[in-house]
């Protein structure tokens, strides 16, 4: 599979032996008026160029680079199923797909999903047959129409402000893989560090009667414990206590492995491997404390973008060197901003102890607006299922940046509800309703701040000040709450005449480095913060404000950044 683009397994936390990756050369055509299937595209024997998958068509991975709007994208391939999967059950599945998909089997559809960033599955058993399959694939995107979650994807011809390259279409993997007639469908995982145990809630596709599942946990290849129950209905629940406390934290990505055994009248009918780990957050007064410890959430915002994959990196080996390069810089974490990044950059999260707040791209949707919340809930709360297992997730943030200029009342009620929304899909984590803009109803208020004074800012954020609110009246904070600044820095630093960043750049390296460590050392030095969020990781298309240049290179010694990042934080020390 070496000669597969991103042939790594995707869902490394849900991981069968048996699967097909589907990446690599389609057949691809652009139907700039979206009426491919009124001029009859889905059988038309070869469509007319080729794309590489899982890379968008705006990007140079992709062979394609065509960066003008697409009303619509269709891909085809064939595949032919290994015997294995022969009288099993097929699933097709997506990592993600901007923005409407529906995929064809052999001329049938099998699906259709909406969302361009959360993952789908669709069934496709029925509309296999013997030997060669024909898979054909549309994606409709209109990012100009208002109904989209978009973050940061520009909706104009070109790039501008913090408005970039579009992608449309497939960007990530796409595979196959097949079960027995009745499989472990998703496993939801619920730590407890102070007990040393975590709880399983298996859901189970199929007949579930006379069912057991047998979860059994290992740490660095010793046995660390075993449990098994019987399903109920179409749940298999228990609690799985572990031998040795080894504790996830930031930096120390302790990870166990879970074997999950789904057996049928003593049978065995579907395995996973999976991993947990032993992290619990919560709050004493203004401390964020991981299992029980106060921990300074040092974040840096991370965009995602890569200058040749656009919103897929490269390789599984950029992913993870992002998260090493942050880290080299003294981070111990990430804002994932304006976009819901792929589960193998969380995994490398999680194994590396990179801390991470999972945000929605809300850019390009009105919340006030009752039927486009109804789009941008659904979809949400999909992310939200999906990575809620993932240890590095230490909080959610659906919306960046939402003011109430206007229609003031729907938009509370909108930022209220998806608040509450998403407490309810998940008790074990902080939410913030908004980023930087009004709080509607949070669990931390946060402030987004690009002053370039050192001593302005550091008189702004001295013990005892109020949470600076430059839209007065916005933040309504209770002075009880945790808070932090998740936006701050931005400082320029081109030689591109054409790049921007906040305020006037530095004229001189010494210059960077005064500004740097007087803004961060300020917040550092407030014990009534629980972290910051430095603007950002790596330079994108125009916005050119990185600690690294868009193709990922240094432009500062690492070491310099990471020794002020790493000065103990004031309420780290109480």
Not at 31 to 44: E, F, T
Not at 346 to 364: F, K, T
Not at 462 to 469: E, F, H, N, R, T
């Amino acid at each position: 599979m070496h000669d597969i683009p991103r042939s790594e397994y995707p869902r490394p936390q849900f991981q069968r032996k048996a699967y097909l990756n589907l990446n690599g050369a389609w057949q691809f055509e652009i139907d700039h008026g979206a009426s491919g299937r009124k001029r009859g595209l889905l059988h038309k024997e070869k469509l007319d160029g080729t794309i590489i998958v899982p890379f968008c068509p705006e990007s140079s991975l992709s062979g394609v680079q065509y960066t003008d709007f697409m009303a619509a994208v269709w891909y085809k391939r064939t595949f032919t199923l290994p015997e294995e999967a022969n009288g099993k059950r097929v699933f097709l599945h997506f990592g993600a797909v901007d923005y409407r998909c529906e995929a064809w089997v052999n001329g049938q559809s099998v699906g259709v999903h909406e969302g361009g960033f959360a993952s789908f599955t669709f069934e496709i058993t029925a509309a296999l047959q013997m030997g060669e399959n024909t898979l054909v694939v549309c994606a409709e995107d209109d990012t100009r129409s208002g109904l989209q979650p978009l973050g940061k994807q520009s909706m104009r011809y070109e790039s501008y402000g913090c408005h970039y390259t579009r992608t449309t279409g497939i960007w990530q993997t796409v595979w196959l893989e097949w079960t027995e007639e009745t499989f472990l469908r998703h496993v939801k995982m619920i730590p407890d560090a102070q007990n040393g145990c975590v709880y399983l809630d298996a859901v189970i596709d199929g007949n579930a009667h006379g069912c057991m599942l047998k979860a059994e946990a290992s740490f660095a290849g010793e046995n660390e414990g075993c449990a098994q129950t019987l399903a109920d209905g179409g749940h298999a629940k228990l609690m799985l206590a572990v031998r040795d406390r080894h504790l996830w934290t930031a930096g120390k990505g302790n990870l166990y492995d879970l074997k999950l055994t789904l057996l049928k009248n003593g049978e065995a009918i579907d395995q996973v491997d999976s991993y947990f780990a032993l992290r619990t957050i919560s709050f004493e007064g203004k401390k964020c404390l991981i299992n029980g410890k106060s921990v300074f959430q040092r974040l840096v915002l991370d965009q995602g973008f890569y200058p040749d994959g656009i919103w897929t990196a490269p390789s599984d080996e950029a992913l993870r060197g992002d998260i090493e390069k942050s880290m080299a810089m003294g981070f111990n974490g990430a804002r994932l901003h304006q976009k819901v990044f792929e589960q193998r950059f969380l995994y490398w999260a999680d194994r590396l102890g990179y801390l991470c707040w999972g945000e929605m791209g809300n850019w390009g949707v009105e919340p006030s607006n009752p039927p486009i919340m109804n789009i941008f809930l659904r979809e949400w709360l999909e992310v939200v299922a999906r990575d809620f297992n993932s240890p590095c997730i230490v909080g959610w943030c659906p919306y960046n940046e939402v003011w109430k200029e206007s229609n003031f009342g729907l938009r509370e009620m909108a930022l209220a509800m998806t608040y509450r929304v998403t407490k309810a899909m998940d008790e074990t984590r902080p939410v913030i309703d908004v980023s930087g803009g009004f709080h509607a109803e949070t669990d931390i208020y946060d402030t987004h701040d690009y002053e370039q004074d050192p001593a302005v800012f550091a008189e702004r954020y001295q013990k005892g000040a109020p949470l600076y609110d430059r839209f007065e009246g916005k933040q309504h904070y209770d002075g009880v709450k945790p808070m932090l600044v998740s936006e701050y820095g931005g400082i320029r630093w081109t030689n591109d005449e054409s790049g921007w960043g906040y305020g006037k750049g530095p004229e001189s390296e010494e210059e960077f480095i005064h500004r740097y460590r007087g803004l961060t050392t300020a917040l550092l030095n407030n014990p009534e913060h629980m972290g910051f969020c430095y603007t950002q990781l790596t330079d994108v298309e125009q916005e050119q404000n990185g600690l690294y240049t868009y193709d990922r290179k240094a432009k500062f010694d690492p070491d310099v950044i990471r020794q002020i990042n790493r000065q103990k934080a004031a309420i780290e020390e109480e």
